[in-house]
């Protein structure tokens, strides 16, 4: 397939900090590694994706979408002869810098930055956490992770120019990442649209004949299913449909970006990077599809009143626990409190609570906001 194009782990610019390399295992292999033992990477787990864990124990969290864009990301590389080793771990790492309460709670963040004409992103604050947050070692702050991470971490679903974010201007602005590094986002793309109509098929948000009835793509695949399997239960059918959706959009990825990386000419890593735009792409077909399961999720599921009630709630009770922590410096953990006196005060309150799971939120603000009263 693209063998050409794939990057040589042995062209790796290396780590910050040097290290001597590991008898058995590459330099990717080690991050991949470094990631999985990260208390950043565990605390997904208990992080939102769309659905709270009260209305049910199975809905996907931070953690198990990661497992799912690895697993789609890994797939394409695999039969694109690319380096499977750096695409699987930059697909752990992709959401390690998300706060609690999904993206509503990222945009709460930002607007709480945005005060003190500062911002919050995600993908920004991931690169805080792997270069300083994470403390492991003894020798270096953070995971000390490989160049080509830390870019693809800069690079995941965008590009820049020099100068356009001055944070981010060692990681080779102009230039695209590799094309391992570009599967990420239409993976994690496939991974969300389809895992999100799963939950909200399981929270009888939406039914298989509204979804066919507004997505194509879908409506094509139920119908074969119907004939194959018509006294299946109607979950049977749901699951048997959205399976081979799943294949088709990662064929389509797999195949759209064979088509890209042939019309482009590219015969090598030093191309990719020099190409206009980005080689990971879907057909025509299966992006489409993409944005017509993207369009409906939009309408009926993320803006739905089961989920924007809670969405409010949460945004609300993060002002209230951000302005505390400002008016309050001397409430922060040592750590955090130590930071305020060498940066704003802002910053350190940002990154406590971008830090915390859903839970750990929920009991912090508890403590300071709502004490529970003493038992007479």
Do not use: W
Not at 241 to 249: G, N
Not at 271 to 288: G, M
């Amino acid at each position: 397939m693209l063998a050409r194009l794939r990057f040589p782990v042995a062209r790796s610019l290396g780590r910050r900090h040097p290290e001597p390399e590991h008898p058995y295992r590459n330099a990717f292999q080690r991050d991949r590694d470094r990631i999985i033992h990260a208390r950043a990477f565990r605390r997904l787990e208990a992080k939102t994706q769309v659905f709270t864990p009260g209305l049910s124990d199975h809905f996907r969290n931070r953690l198990t979408h990661t497992i799912e864009v690895s697993q789609v990301a890994r797939t394409a590389a695999s039969v694109l002869a690319l380096d499977e080793d750096l695409t699987e771990t930059l697909a752990l790492v992709h959401d390690i810098g998300h706060p609690p309460f999904a993206h509503a709670g990222e945009q709460e963040l930002n607007r709480q930055m945005r005060r003190f004409g500062d911002h919050f992103d995600h993908n920004i604050h991931a690169l805080r956490i792997v270069e300083s947050f994470e403390q492991r070692y003894a020798r270096f702050p953070g995971l000390n992770l490989t160049f080509e991470v830390r870019e693809g971490m800069a690079k995941h679903s965008r590009d820049f120019v020099p100068g356009e974010i001055p944070e981010l201007d060692e990681y080779l602005p102009g230039l695209r990442p590799p094309l391992e590094a570009q599967l990420i986002d239409l993976s994690d793309e496939i991974a969300y649209n389809t895992a999100d109509l799963d939950d909200a098929f399981s929270a009888h948000l939406v039914d298989a004949g509204q979804i066919a009835a507004e997505v194509p793509a879908y409506a094509a695949i139920y119908e074969t299913i119907e004939m194959q399997f018509p006294g299946a239960a109607q979950r049977e059918k749901f699951q048997e449909t959205l399976r081979q959706l799943i294949d088709t959009l990662v064929s389509g990825l797999i195949e759209g970006t064979v088509a890209a990386a042939h019309d482009s000419g590219a015969d090598s890593v030093d191309a990719v990077r020099q190409y206009p735009h980005r080689l990971a792409a879907f057909t025509a077909a299966s992006q489409d599809a993409s944005r017509e399961l993207k369009s409906f999720l939009h309408r009926h599921v993320y803006s739905s009143p089961a989920l924007d009630q809670d969405r409010r709630r949460a945004t609300a009770m993060m002002a209230d626990l951000f302005q505390f922590f400002l008016d309050h410096p001397e409430r922060l953990p040592d750590d955090y409190r130590a930071r305020t006196e060498a940066e704003p005060p802002h910053r350190a309150v940002c990154d406590y609570i971008a830090g915390m799971t859903d839970s750990f939120f929920h009991r912090t603000y508890e403590q300071v906001l709502s004490p529970i009263p003493p038992q007479s």
